[in-house]
Structure formats: structure tokens, C-alpha cells
């Protein structure tokens, strides 16, 4: 009988029952040396060479069943000076795993940094995760090479680089150089890199331009306001091009100095082009900064365009949604929607589908259309389009539903699985290397390889797989790969509730919305016990050390200890307990609730300033992306857990309210000692 040991039994704490696995791997007769991969993984992060080498020896002489991180982690280790044979055997040692095709994208890269292109060419169509930018960038380089060439894709690689490397900088020189690019396809990722603050990334594009071009941009990024008094009188495409960078340096810090520098000389000598985009980023700072100007400076962005760019500007789509959400916020109806629709349309097809753009475009077609049959187009398109949106799993599906007459119905249950579905799940190497790497506390790792072990499964395949994560309680596998199905979609795996009977006393208890819970809880931690954020927010509602202690106290917890916060009882009596007082203390509402909940709650008490809003409009506002997503997921959540625990479809709206503003006059005062 296979017995399970001690070091296993322990990682019971993770929330992951490990001895389960076992009888599924008993045919191996294999379990992974915990204390080995731990070492190997340290002596990675140290990169000591040496000691990966005697640890990798003895993972293989084991026969570990990790033993293909440890492999990797030895060879990347020394990736550099390794050989084209040795990367070969590794491939040939652990074919259509994921290590194999991790170490296919690292030698990817590294050929293309040597420019070894016969080496590069021969993996390149072997990669299948394929979703490596760099790489891509040194694909367009091979091709142009051998005269098939894409500038379109060229385009769209240079423009996604948030930091472009040696592949995204080598193949925009050598797209320049064949003239495939020109001077305006360097300075539009100039001013991208500009616009998010990266002078980094702004120099190095810069410099394919030569001296001419980087010395003077590097005068601007330093010292934009000095660049402007002394070194851009003598106006030509270029100074334009540098001035108007200059300014948006200024306006990132200063959008009120930037928009006086406009409106005083710059807006008018810049020219429609670059003085537009200027405007725009005035305005896209002040929406950020949620403040009254940015219609103001919306509208001179739009006004300052000549007819040559009036529909298709040159500016980020970032930029644009920003500005669609300043129009959103302050703009009256019409023009509310006269300027949402112009910067909807005027993104790149793939942003334009993104469901937020489809939706309010939907809507600025509803509040633009005439009455009587002169608007009878525009109402239908929008009908179209929100009939196209409902049928999506998320917040504005469920708006577009609701908009539409009805609550969206939660989808039929899928077949039940057969044994023979289930038991594929549980014989996939990938997924067993997955779990098993899960458990001994290489969650990372783990991850990244049951991902990869999903490429290419079918809906029923996808079900199987979710459904051995449920019942090892892997839940945040669970949920991740139920959300990949397309066309059989079972919203129990989606929407798990775990510790129902806790979460419905505890919220019963204090009276909370125990959807609310399960929703916030799937967003914040997707179940995982043990979880820990970047800040230090610990366990499954991701309580900060700070707020536990506070909370603690204010409820009456005399015995609490800081360690206790990973306890999952413990952090379950927290985390509803703080979720409780800020939603009291915001009224109610449970968007701004979820603010709090995420930004702290000063935050969403200054959002709320200024006119009253439709909730969701308020929602979208949210000037953190991080927090804007989480507000819309967690209200999203909520409804379809309200709907499971109904039987019966619910609506987002009226979990919404309707209406978010300044608080009322004679509302309690703010709490102010609530962290």
C-alpha cells in the first residue's frame, strides 16, 4: 500500500489534499524530493552553476518527477555558452513537455542576440507557445531577410513593445534601413514610450534615428521645460515632433502648466498633427486625475485636428479610452455621447472589440439616434450590438443583457463527465507535474505548466481537467481553466464555493451578501489558502498585516496574532468583517465597496467627488487599472453567485444602485479611522 509520508501530509495547511495524488502516480512509483527542488531552486536564483549541475544529477539518477525543472533550471542557468547539441538533447529528454518548449523560447532569444538566424529559423516553427513579442520581432527580421515581409505585423510588434529589446530595436533598424519603416513609424513608438513614462525605452527608439534626432529628444526628456524656452524657436517636423514630447513630459506632472503652454503659443505653432496629440495628452492626465478640465481639454484635442487626421489620429488607444471616459463622466448628452462614439471609433480594430468599447458604443448609438424613424438605424445597430455582447460571461455581457429586458440566464450545465473523459485528465503527464509541483510549493512553476499542458484541449477536455483541480481544491486552476471553455460552460466549476457552510454563516452572522463575498474572494486570492501579494496582503480575502490588526480589534478578536492571518477561519472573520465596515461606511454601495477593498478606502471617497453618476459609468472611471478591473469582476462575480445560490438568473444593475456621487448632506461622516 502506497503510505503517505510526513512532508506531504503537511502541505494539508495549502488547502491541497497531496495524498490524493498519490494512488494517480502510484504506476511511477515516484514522489518529488522536496528538499532537492527546493535547493536546486535557490541555487537557480543564486545562479550558481556548479551546485545546479550536482542537484540536476541527482534529480535525473532519482528519476524525480520534476526532475525536468531541475534539467532546466541547470541549463538556463549557463544558457550563454551553451551548445546547439546540448539544447537538442534536452528537447529530445523531455519532448511536448512545458520545460521543453520554456527552453525553446529562452534559445530563441538567444540565438537571435548571437544572430545565429540558420538556428533561430530551425526552432522558430517547433515553438508552440508562440507568444513571445521579442521573439516575434526577430521572426520579422529572418523574413525580411528572405524577402517575405509583413510591415503591417512589423508594425503592430514594434508599436506592443512596452520596453523594446535587442529583437523589437534590431528589426525596426532593419526595416528602416530596407525602407519598410520611416522616420514617422520610430516616433510614434517615441511617443508611446513617452506617453507611459518610459524615457528608457524612448531614448533607445530614438537613437535608430541617429544623433540628430536623440541628442535633442534627450534634451527634452531631461529638462522638457528648458527644451521649450531655449531649444525649439525654429520649428521644423522634427523640433515639432520634440516639442510636443516635451510637453507631454510637462503635462504628466503639470496638465494645467501644460495646457497654459498650449493655449498661450504651442497649440498653434505645433501645427494639427502635434499639437492634437499634445491636447491629447493633457486631457488623457487630467481624466486620470479625475478632473473637471479634461472635457475642456478633450474637446481642444478633437478641435486642434486638421481633416487629415480628424478620424484616425495618432494616438494610443490607451489615450483614447481615457478620453472616452472624461466625455463618459462630464460631458452633457449629446455631446456626451458625440465624443464617445468619435473616440471609440477612432481605436484599432481589436481595442474598438473589447466589451467596454463595444458596450458604450451601443449606448452612444442609443442616445444620438433622432426620434421616429430618422434613428430607427442607429437603434438598431445598437440593438445589434448589444444582442452581439449579452451572450458574454462577464460585466458588460450582464449590462447588455439587462439593457436588453432581462437579467442574462446563467448557461445550461454541460453532460456530465465520462470516466474515460476523466481519467485522460488525470493520465496527462503535464497536468500531474503540475499538481504534484503545486504541492511541494512551486506554485509558479506549477502554473505555468498546467497552462501550457491545456494548449490545444477541446471544451470536454478543458471540463476534465477543471474538474481534477476542483476536487484536489486547486481552485485557482479550477476556475482558470473552466473559464477557457467556449461552447460547454459549466458555471459551478467557473464559480466554485468552497467552505459554503462558513461563508453563509459568517455572512448571515453580520449580515453581508454572501455573493458578494464568494465574489470578491474569487477575485482577490481565486481560493488559494496560502496566497500572498506583492504588498504583503495575505490569505484568502488578502488582508493587509495593518487592516488585520485594526479589524481584529475593532470586532472584538482580544486573542489575535498576526500569524493568525493566513488561517483561513481567522482571515475569513476578518476579511468579511473589513468588507462589512467599508461598505457601511460608503453607504452601501457595493462598486465603491470593492474600491475600498482593493485601493483603500481614502481613494474611492475622492472618486465619488464631483457629478453623480450612472454607477457604472463610475465604475469605468476608476482611475487605477488594477482597481477599475477588480471593481467590474467583483460586482460581476457577485451576480453570478447570486445567481447559483438563487437557482435562478440576477441582476447586476440592482447590485449596482443607481446612482454614485458626493455623499449626501446629513449622511454620517466619514469613518476616518477605517485603514
Given at each position: 500500500?502506497l503510505?503517505?509520508?510526513k512532508s506531504l501530509?503537511r502541505?494539508?495547511l495549502?488547502?491541497?489534499?497531496?495524498?490524493a495524488l498519490?494512488?494517480?502516480l502510484?504506476a511511477?512509483?515516484a514522489r518529488?524530493?522536496?528538499?532537492l527542488?527546493?535547493q536546486?531552486?535557490?541555487?537557480?536564483g543564486r545562479?550558481?552553476?556548479?551546485r545546479?549541475?550536482?542537484l540536476?544529477a541527482?534529480?535525473?539518477?532519482?528519476?524525480d518527477?520534476?526532475a525536468?525543472w531541475?534539467?532546466?533550471?541547470e541549463?538556463t542557468?549557463?544558457?550563454?555558452?551553451?551548445r546547439?547539441?546540448?539544447v537538442?538533447?534536452?528537447?529530445g529528454r523531455?519532448?511536448?513537455?512545458y520545460?521543453?518548449?520554456r527552453?525553446r523560447?529562452?534559445w530563441?532569444l538567444?540565438?537571435?542576440?548571437r544572430?545565429?538566424?540558420?538556428?533561430?529559423?530551425?526552432?522558430?516553427?517547433?515553438?508552440r507557445m508562440?507568444?513571445?513579442?521579442e521573439?516575434?520581432?526577430?521572426?520579422?527580421?529572418?523574413?525580411q531577410?528572405?524577402g517575405k515581409v509583413?510591415?503591417?505585423?512589423?508594425r503592430?510588434?514594434?508599436l506592443?513593445?512596452?520596453?523594446p529589446?535587442?529583437?523589437?530595436?534590431l528589426m525596426a533598424?532593419?526595416f528602416?534601413?530596407?525602407?519598410?519603416f520611416?522616420?514617422?513609424?520610430?516616433?510614434?513608438?517615441?511617443?508611446?514610450?513617452?506617453?507611459?513614462?518610459r524615457?528608457?525605452s524612448?531614448r533607445?527608439?530614438?537613437?535608430?534615428?541617429g544623433d540628430a534626432?536623440?541628442r535633442?529628444?534627450?534634451?527634452?526628456?531631461d529638462n522638457?521645460a528648458r527644451?521649450l524656452a531655449?531649444?525649439?524657436?525654429a520649428?521644423?517636423?522634427?523640433?515639432?515632433?520634440?516639442?510636443?514630447?516635451?510637453?507631454?513630459?510637462i503635462a504628466a506632472n503639470?496638465?494645467?502648466?501644460?495646457?497654459q503652454?498650449l493655449?498661450?503659443?504651442w497649440?498653434e505653432?505645433?501645427?494639427?498633427?502635434?499639437?492634437?496629440?499634445a491636447?491629447?495628452?493633457v486631457?488623457?492626465?487630467?481624466?486620470?486625475?479625475?478632473?473637471?478640465?479634461?472635457?475642456?481639454w478633450t474637446r481642444?484635442?478633437?478641435?486642434?485636428?486638421g481633416?487629415r487626421?480628424?478620424?484616425h489620429?495618432?494616438?494610443s488607444?490607451?489615450?483614447l479610452?481615457?478620453l472616452?471616459?472624461?466625455s463618459?463622466?462630464?460631458?452633457p448628452?449629446?455631446?456626451?455621447?458625440?465624443?464617445v462614439l468619435?473616440?471609440?471609433d477612432?481605436?484599432?480594430?481589436g481595442?474598438?472589440?473589447?466589451?467596454?468599447?463595444?458596450?458604450w458604443?451601443a449606448?452612444?448609438?442609443?442616445?444620438?439616434?433622432?426620434?421616429?424613424?430618422?434613428?430607427?438605424?442607429?437603434r438598431a445597430?445598437?440593438?445589434?450590438?448589444?444582442?452581439?455582447?449579452s451572450?458574454?460571461?462577464?460585466?458588460?455581457?450582464?449590462?447588455a443583457?439587462?439593457?436588453?429586458?432581462?437579467?442574462?440566464?446563467?448557461?445550461?450545465?454541460p453532460?456530465a463527465l465520462?470516466?474515460p473523459?476523466?481519467?485522460?485528465?488525470?493520465a496527462?503527464?503535464?497536468l500531474?507535474?503540475?499538481?504534484l509541483a503545486?504541492?511541494?510549493?512551486?506554485?509558479?512553476?506549477?502554473?505555468?505548466?498546467?497552462?501550457?499542458?491545456l494548449l490545444?484541449?477541446?471544451?470536454?477536455?478543458?471540463?476534465a481537467?477543471?474538474?481534477w483541480a476542483?476536487?484536489?481544491?486547486?481552485?485557482?486552476?479550477?476556475?482558470?481553466t473552466?473559464?477557457?471553455?467556449?461552447?460547454?460552460?459549466?458555471m459551478e466549476?467557473?464559480?466554485?464555493?468552497p467552505m459554503r457552510?462558513?461563508?453563509l454563516?459568517?455572512?448571515?452572522?453580520?449580515?453581508?451578501d454572501?455573493?458578494?463575498?464568494y465574489?470578491?474572494i474569487r477575485?482577490?486570492?481565486?481560493?488559494?489558502?496560502?496566497?500572498?501579494?506583492?504588498?504583503?496582503a495575505?490569505?484568502l480575502?488578502?488582508v493587509?498585516?495593518?487592516?488585520?490588526?485594526?479589524?481584529?480589534?475593532k470586532?472584538?478578536?482580544g486573542d489575535f496574532?498576526?500569524?493568525m492571518?493566513?488561517e483561513?477561519d481567522?482571515?475569513?472573520?476578518i476579511?468579511?468583517?473589513?468588507?462589512?465596515l467599508?461598505?457601511?461606511d460608503?453607504?452601501?454601495s457595493?462598486?465603491m465597496?470593492a474600491?475600498?477593498y482593493?485601493a483603500?478606502?481614502g481613494?474611492?471617497?475622492?472618486?465619488?467627488?464631483?457629478?453623480?453618476?450612472e454607477p457604472?459609468?463610475w465604475?469605468?472611471n476608476v482611475?487605477?487599472?488594477e482597481?477599475r478591473d477588480?471593481?467590474?469582476?467583483?460586482?460581476?462575480?457577485?451576480?453570478?453567485?447570486?445567481g447559483?445560490?438563487?437557482?435562478?438568473?440576477?441582476?447586476l444593475?440592482a447590485?449596482?444602485?443607481t446612482?454614485i456621487?458626493?455623499?449626501?448632506a446629513g449622511?454620517?461622516a466619514a469613518d476616518?479611522e477605517?485603514?
Amino acid at each position: 500500500m502506497l503510505r503517505c509520508p510526513k512532508s506531504l501530509r503537511r502541505l494539508a495547511l495549502l488547502g491541497l489534499a497531496v495524498c490524493a495524488l498519490l494512488p494517480t502516480l502510484a504506476a511511477a512509483q515516484a514522489r518529488p524530493n522536496e528538499d532537492l527542488l527546493r535547493q536546486a531552486r535557490e541555487a537557480f536564483g543564486r545562479k550558481d552553476k556548479n551546485r545546479l549541475a550536482a542537484l540536476r544529477a541527482s534529480a535525473l539518477e532519482q528519476r524525480d518527477p520534476l526532475a525536468p525543472w531541475v534539467d532546466y533550471w541547470e541549463l538556463t542557468a549557463r544558457l550563454t555558452d551553451a551548445r546547439a547539441e546540448e539544447v537538442e538533447a534536452f528537447y529530445g529528454r523531455w519532448p511536448g513537455s512545458y520545460v521543453e518548449d520554456r527552453l525553446r523560447n529562452d534559445w530563441l532569444l538567444e540565438t537571435g542576440k548571437r544572430r545565429d538566424w540558420a538556428a533561430f529559423a530551425r526552432d522558430l516553427p517547433r515553438f508552440r507557445m508562440n507568444d513571445d513579442r521579442e521573439v516575434s520581432c526577430y521572426a520579422l527580421v529572418l523574413q525580411q531577410q528572405s524577402g517575405k515581409v509583413d510591415v503591417d505585423a512589423a508594425r503592430r510588434a514594434w508599436l506592443a513593445q512596452r520596453d523594446p529589446g535587442d529583437g523589437c530595436l534590431l528589426m525596426a533598424q532593419t526595416f528602416l534601413d530596407a525602407r519598410l519603416f520611416d522616420a514617422n513609424d520610430i516616433w510614434r513608438q517615441v511617443r508611446h514610450a513617452t506617453e507611459y513614462g518610459r524615457v528608457k525605452s524612448a531614448r533607445a527608439a530614438a537613437a535608430i534615428l541617429g544623433d540628430a534626432a536623440s541628442r535633442p529628444l534627450g534634451e527634452a526628456l531631461d529638462n522638457p521645460a528648458r527644451y521649450l524656452a531655449l531649444k525649439a524657436s525654429a520649428l521644423g517636423h522634427l523640433r515639432a515632433e520634440i516639442s510636443s514630447i516635451a510637453l507631454a513630459r510637462i503635462a504628466a506632472n503639470d496638465p494645467d502648466r501644460a495646457a497654459q503652454l498650449l493655449a498661450d503659443r504651442w497649440g498653434e505653432v505645433l501645427g494639427p498633427e502635434h499639437g492634437a496629440w499634445a491636447w491629447a495628452m493633457v486631457a488623457k492626465q487630467g481624466a486620470l486625475a479625475l478632473r473637471p478640465e479634461a472635457l475642456d481639454w478633450t474637446r481642444k484635442a478633437w478641435q486642434s485636428l486638421g481633416k487629415r487626421h480628424g478620424d484616425h489620429p495618432d494616438w494610443s488607444p490607451e489615450t483614447l479610452a481615457w478620453l472616452a471616459r472624461a466625455s463618459l463622466r462630464l460631458a452633457p448628452a449629446p455631446e456626451r455621447w458625440q465624443l464617445v462614439l468619435r473616440s471609440v471609433d477612432a481605436m484599432e480594430p481589436g481595442f474598438r472589440e473589447d466589451a467596454t468599447w463595444v458596450y458604450w458604443r451601443a449606448r452612444a448609438l442609443q442616445g444620438l439616434a433622432k426620434a421616429g424613424t430618422d434613428g430607427d438605424a442607429q437603434r438598431a445597430e445598437a440593438q445589434q450590438l448589444l444582442a452581439r455582447l449579452s451572450t458574454q460571461l462577464s460585466f458588460y455581457g450582464q449590462l447588455a443583457a439587462e439593457d436588453l429586458g432581462a437579467p442574462q440566464p446563467l448557461p445550461p450545465r454541460p453532460a456530465a463527465l465520462t470516466a474515460p473523459e476523466r481519467e485522460a485528465a488525470r493520465a496527462h503527464a503535464g497536468l500531474q507535474r503540475a499538481l504534484l509541483a503545486i504541492a511541494i510549493g512551486l506554485r509558479s512553476e506549477g502554473v505555468r505548466e498546467w497552462n501550457f499542458s491545456l494548449l490545444g484541449m477541446g471544451d470536454r477536455e478543458l471540463l476534465a481537467a477543471a474538474q481534477w483541480a476542483c476536487e484536489r481544491e486547486v481552485w485557482d486552476r479550477c476556475i482558470n481553466t473552466s473559464d477557457r471553455s467556449k461552447a460547454e460552460i459549466d458555471m459551478e466549476q467557473r464559480f466554485p464555493m468552497p467552505m459554503r457552510a462558513d461563508v453563509l454563516a459568517r455572512t448571515r452572522e453580520i449580515g453581508l451578501d454572501p455573493a458578494y463575498v464568494y465574489g470578491l474572494i474569487r477575485q482577490e486570492s481565486r481560493f488559494i489558502m496560502d496566497a500572498r501579494s506583492a504588498v504583503g496582503a495575505s490569505g484568502l480575502m488578502q488582508v493587509m498585516p495593518a487592516t488585520a490588526k485594526w479589524t481584529a480589534k475593532k470586532i472584538g478578536m482580544g486573542d489575535f496574532r498576526p500569524e493568525m492571518i493566513t488561517e483561513r477561519d481567522t482571515n475569513l472573520r476578518i476579511g468579511s468583517a473589513y468588507l462589512k465596515l467599508v461598505l457601511d461606511d460608503l453607504g452601501g454601495s457595493q462598486a465603491m465597496a470593492a474600491a475600498a477593498y482593493n485601493a483603500g478606502p481614502g481613494r474611492p471617497r475622492r472618486w465619488r467627488e464631483g457629478p453623480t453618476l450612472e454607477p457604472a459609468i463610475w465604475a469605468e472611471n476608476v482611475p487605477i487599472h488594477e482597481t477599475r478591473d477588480y471593481v467590474k469582476k467583483v460586482l460581476s462575480n457577485a451576480t453570478y453567485y447570486a445567481g447559483l445560490l438563487a437557482g435562478k438568473p440576477a441582476a447586476l444593475k440592482a447590485r449596482l444602485g443607481t446612482s454614485i456621487g458626493p455623499r449626501a448632506a446629513g449622511a454620517p461622516a466619514a469613518d476616518s479611522e477605517l485603514p
